[in-house]
């Protein structure tokens, strides 16, 4: 359970750094302005404020950074089990589905069709992506959901139960299907945790 607390708690602090940045920003420039004063008043130069780069370069690289700060903060972390290419390798699942898969969507009574194949190393990404989120999320918010296997890849049927949120659906399309429930962070440090978090 505290894992999964740090990892929300991860989640808020990565999510909501918009206020602390411009605290930040006006600490920072009441410093220079008071350093300006002081180097003025004896004669001095300021020194050049040297910039701290904050960005890791790449979205699943700074996945897998939280995911080794929350274990490393966290003493009851069992290194035994951790599993890190675990993570990396779902990640490209992630990626794969995202960025490189074709989806055809096709209403259907009480829902929608979602056509989701690709080449290569994709039909095996869509396979477990649609899979792992069709046993997690069945029966959420009302949504049933059923997949298949096709050449290519899978064929992912979500179903309402109120006709109301059909136009939901709709807006959602495929890849918003996918993000519902925002279980994935706890799905990350499951699987880095040497955990098996869809059996």
Known sequence: MSRYILALTAAIVCSTPVLAETQTQTQTTQHHDHSATQHAAHGTKP??????????????FAAIQEIV?????????????????????????????TLRADVKSLPVEDGYRFTVTGDGDVTNSIRRMLTAHAATMNGTHGFRYEVAEVPGGAILSVYVSKPSDLQKLSGLGFIGVMTLGAHHQEHHLALASGQSPHH
């Open 47 to 60: 020194s050049s404020a040297k910039a701290v780069p904050r960005e890791p370069g790449q979205s699943a």
């Open 69 to 97: 700060a929350i274990l490393e903060a966290d003493p009851e972390t069992d290194w035994s089990r951790v599993d890190i290419e675990a993570l990396r390798n779902h990640l490209a699942d992630m990626d794969n589905v």
